[in-house]
C-alpha cells in the first residue's frame, strides 16, 4: 500500500524550505511583510536557522509574528459557534463541525477564536494527530471551544499557510519533544511553541504554495479513499487508480499545457499522415461524440473516438496466414508476431515466418514497426505491448490487433485508457470474464479522453510512481 501519510509530510517539508514552488521577483520579499506587521523593530531571526530558505523568505519567531490565542469580545447574547475536541478532524483533514450557542456560553471558561484564527489542538495525541482547523464562516464570525487548543492570528499572513505550518512534521516533532504533564494529560510547552521558528514566504508566494499543497493533497486524498476502499484486493485498487488517473484525478491541471483544440487539430493531420505512409483506409464509421460520454473529465480535455487517435489493423483473416504458409527462418523470410508477443512483451519469442515474396504479394498491410502496439484480441485478450527498437520486420497474425498511434498521444497513457476500457466493456456486458474482444467497430468508436500530451505524461508518471510504491 501507499504511505500517503509519509508523502503528505514530504510535501510539506519540500514547501517550506521554497521548492514546491518558484520564487517570483514581482512577489516582493518576506521582510516587507515583516515590517506590516511590526514596523518598530526586525523581527527576522538569523541564528540557529533550522535549514536553508530562499532569499526572499525570513526565518522568525512565531510568537513575534502570531498574536498567540488572542482577545475575542462580544456582546453575551450573540450566536457563535462551539467546537469541542470530538468535533475537529485529525490528520491533514481541516474540517469541523459546531454547535450554536451564546457568545456567553461559548466563550465562558473556553479557549477563544474568529474567522482567520488557525487553532490546533496542545494535548497528546491529539496534536500529534494534527487536530487542527481554520476557523472560518462561524455565526457572526466567533467561536469558542475546548481549552486544549492554542490559537494564532496574522491578518497578513495567509490563514492556510498557516494551517499548513502546524501540520509540518518538524513543528509536530518539536511540540512532542517539548510534552510535560501525567501520561494520558501531556501537552506541549508554550515557551516551545512561541519560540518556534517560522519560514516566512512572500504573501504571494504563500498563495502559491497553498494552491500546490491543496492540490498535491487532493491526489492523496483520491488514492487514500481508493486504498480505503480496496485495501484487501489489489487487483482492483490498481484498477481503480488506473480509472481515477484516466479521468485527471490524480494529477493536477496547468494552464502552460496549451490547448486541447490545438493538439486534436494535431491529432487529425497525423493521422492522415498515417493512413497514407501505413497503406490504411479512412475510417467511415467513426461516429460523432455524442452526450453519452462516460464520465466528466476536466473542462480543458476533449471526448474524441478511440478511431481517431491513428491507425489500428486487425490481423489477417481465414485462409490468409494458416501454418502451411510458414518456413524456416532465413534472409529472405518475415517473421510473424503473435498473440504471446503481446502477453509476454518478448519479441524474440517464436519461430513463424513467411516468405518476403509472400509478404509483398499479399501481407504488406499488415507490417509492424517499432513504435507499434500490439494488442491481443482472442482467448488471453486486452494484452498490450508496445514493439521497442530494433524489431525484426514482420506482420501481426489473426490473434492481433496493431495500433500505430499519432505523435500527439502518449502510449502508455494509452495503454492504461485501453485496458479500463476494455474491463467497462466486459462489465457492461453479461459477466467479468471476456472470452473475445469487442467487434473492431465497436472498439473504435470508444471514447477516449484527449488531454495535453504534457498532461498524459503526468499522469504515467503519477502512476508509474504509485505502482513502484505499491511494488505493484
Known amino acids: ?218 491526489v492523496l486524498d483520491t488514492i487514500d479513499s481508493l486504498q480505503a476502499q480496496y485495501a484487501d484486493n489489489l487487483t482492483a485498487l490498481k484498477a481503480k487508480l488506473i480509472d481515477a488517473a484516466i479521468q485527471g484525478k490524480l494529477t493536477e491541471q496547468l494552464p502552460e499545457d496549451g490547448s486541447v483544440e490545438e493538439l486534436y487539430a494535431r491529432v487529425q493531420k497525423d493521422k492522415t499522415n498515417i493512413l497514407r505512409e501505413r497503406k490504411g483506409r479512412a475510417d467511415k464509421n467513426i461516429k460523432e461524440v455524442g452526450d453519452d460520454v462516460p464520465y466528466d473529465i476536466p473542462a480543458h480535455w476533449k471526448w474524441i473516438r478511440f478511431g481517431e487517435l491513428g491507425l489500428f489493423k486487425k490481423g489477417p483473416f481465414g485462409s490468409a496466414l494458416t501454418k502451411s504458409m510458414f518456413v524456416p527462418k532465413s534472409s529472405d523470410t518475415v517473421k510473424v508476431y503473435e498473440q504471446q508477443h503481446a502477453i509476454k512483451k518478448d519479441p524474440t519469442l517464436g519461430t513463424y515466418y513467411i516468405t518476403k515474396e509472400y509478404f509483398d504479394e499479399k501481407m504488406n498491410g499488415f507490417e509492424v514497426k517499432s513504435g507499434d502496439i500490439l494488442i491481443s484480441c482472442a482467448g488471453t485478450i486486452g494484452e498490450t505491448y508496445v514493439m521497442p527498437d530494433d524489431i525484426e520486420q514482420g506482420i501481426i497474425n489473426q490473434a492481433l490487433i496493431r495500433v500505430t498511434l499519432v505523435p500527439g498521444i502518449n502510449k502508455r497513457f494509452f495503454q492504461y485508457y485501453f485496458d479500463s476500457s476494455l474491463k467497462s466493456s466486459a462489465r457492461a456486458g453479461n459477466g467479468s470474464t471476456i472470452v473475445n474482444i469487442p467487434p473492431f467497430d465497436v472498439i473504435k468508436n470508444w471514447y477516449f479522453p484527449l488531454a495535453p500530451i504534457e498532461e498524459q505524461e503526468r499522469i504515467v508518471a503519477r502512476l508509474e510512481e504509485v505502482f513502484a510504491e505499491m511494488k505493484m
Not at 513575534?64 to 483533514?93: H, Q
Not at 497578513?156 to 513543528?171: G, H, I, S
Open 1 to 218: 500500500m501507499i504511505n500517503t501519510f509519509a508523502i503528505r509530510c514530504s510535501i510539506l517539508r519540500l514547501a517550506f524550505s521554497g521548492n514546491l514552488t518558484v520564487q517570483a521577483e514581482e512577489d516582493g520579499t518576506a521582510i516587507e511583510l515583516l515590517d506590516r506587521i511590526n514596523p518598530k523593530k526586525s523581527i527576522m531571526q538569523s541564528e540557529n536557522i533550522p535549514y536553508s530558505i530562499p532569499d526572499s523568505w525570513a526565518w522568525v519567531k512565531l510568537s513575534d509574528l502570531y498574536k498567540v490565542n488572542p482577545k475575542v469580545e462580544a456582546d453575551g447574547t450573540t450566536e457563535a459557534a462551539f467546537i469541542p475536541m470530538e468535533r475537529i478532524s485529525g490528520g491533514f483533514n481541516r474540517a469541523f463541525t459546531h454547535e450554536i450557542q451564546s457568545w456567553e456560553r461559548a466563550s465562558k471558561n473556553h479557549t477563544k477564536f474568529a474567522d482567520g484564527d488557525v487553532a490546533f489542538a496542545k494535548i497528546t495525541p491529539c496534536f500529534e494527530n494534527r487536530k487542527s482547523f481554520i476557523a472560518e464562516n462561524l455565526p457572526n464570525g466567533i467561536g469558542g471551544g475546548t481549552t486544549e487548543l492554542i490559537i494564532l492570528r496574522q491578518k497578513e499572513m495567509l490563514p492556510a499557510y498557516t494551517y499548513f505550518l502546524v501540520l509540518d512534521q518538524r513543528f509536530i516533532a518539536t511540540g512532542t519533544a517539548s510534552y510535560k504533564g501525567t501520561v494520558g494529560q501531556q501537552r506541549v510547552q508554550s515557551d516551545v511553541i512561541k519560540n518556534y521558528l517560522v519560514p516566512v514566504a512572500p504573501y504571494a508566494e504563500q498563495k502559491r504554495i497553498v494552491e500546490k499543497i491543496d492540490q498535491a493533497f487532493s
